[in-house]
């Protein structure tokens, strides 16, 4: 069982690159014959097909936005776009969207400053976006916010941990070259409930009492207001001083106010606890507040 061993300890080990956690996990399918985790870990490495069904971390909510012009060139670039200016139908590209990059690529973008990424709209969706008369709608994406994109890689490590700590505590005699009946339908319901359920890295939201706690209560380089907003969602005091650290140093490194490299690991990392249910709200939402929150302490704008 060495190779739960390696794959258990390089999931709590942030230095460890996830494509490796999860090549060793193609492995550990092939030794175990299974191919609901062989294909698992392939659509991580290598992006998921358009008609796949995406495993619920990688279903984000997000906001849409565009170019909308008139007459003489008037008009409004990023544009905010509610779902009501769209068709029914059509309003879920108003609300979520599907993340099936491969995870290389989120890493990568998780890795940098920029605080949202664009995922375009299909061409033709722009023309049933329903504007003013003489106005069009001539080009929509959704705004997918750098934390969510955290949140997505911290699940899959997450996952991961949580999968063979779960085999190692269940089957603790697990011969994965040969694995008997009973262990292979605890493989099974593993893989069903923890890398394609909600079990690890699941979607809550605010509870009543957090919803009375907004970014908009934090106030631009005033870090108590910042702290304060944190610990009312249960992040401990001990992670809340790192924080100040972490923006300390990347605002040094910079030369002005950023979400830098320390910054954004700071996030993952709470975004993870959320994720395990240690905080007062789920991953999701954590992706969300938690960057606004301390753009809002920088002073720089975050749609």
Not at 8 to 22: C, N, T
Not at 121 to 129: A, T
Not at 147 to 165: H, K, M
Not at 221 to 247: M, V
């Amino acid at each position: 069982m060495a190779i739960l061993d390696e794959i258990a300890h390089g999931a709590v080990d942030s230095r460890i690159p996830l494509h490796d956690l999860l090549r060793k996990c193609l492995v550990l399918a092939s030794k175990l014959k299974n191919e609901e985790l062989r294909k698992w870990v392939n659509n991580e490495l290598n992006g998921y097909p358009t008609e796949a069904d995406l495993p619920p971390y990688r279903i984000i909510t997000a906001h849409a936005k565009g170019h909308i012009f008139g007459p003489g060139g008037a008009g409004y670039r990023n544009a905010p776009i509610s779902p009501s200016m769209l068709p029914e139908k059509l309003r879920h590209f108003a609300t979520t969207a599907n993340i099936t990059q491969a995870i290389g690529t989120l890493v990568e973008m998780a890795d940098t400053d920029e605080a949202e990424f664009q995922l375009p709209w299909p061409p033709d969706l722009v023309q049933f976006v329903r504007v003013a008369d003489s106005f069009a709608c001539v080009q929509g994406w959704q705004a997918i916010p750098r934390g969510a994109i955290i949140a997505i890689v911290e699940a899959v490590r997450n996952r991961l941990l949580e999968f063979v700590l779960r085999l190692q505590e269940e089957i603790p005699g697990l011969d994965i070259d040969n694995p008997s009946p009973a262990a292979a339908q605890v493989i099974d319901r593993s893989i069903s409930t923890i890398i394609h359920g909600n079990v690890i890295g699941n979607v809550a939201v605010a509870s009543e009492g957090i919803t009375q706690i907004t970014s908009a209560d934090v106030r631009q380089n005033d870090f108590e207001s910042l702290r304060t907003f944190l610990a009312g969602l249960g992040i401990q005091d001990s992670d809340i001083a790192s924080l100040k650290t972490d923006l300390d140093q990347d605002r040094a490194e910079a030369g002005k106010p950023t979400i830098g490299k320390r910054t954004g690991r700071w996030l993952g990392d709470i975004i993870a606890k959320a994720s395990l249910g240690t905080l007062k709200i789920g991953a999701q939402v954590a992706a969300t507040v938690l960057i606004k929150a301390i753009a809002a302490y920088l002073g720089i704008p975050i749609p």
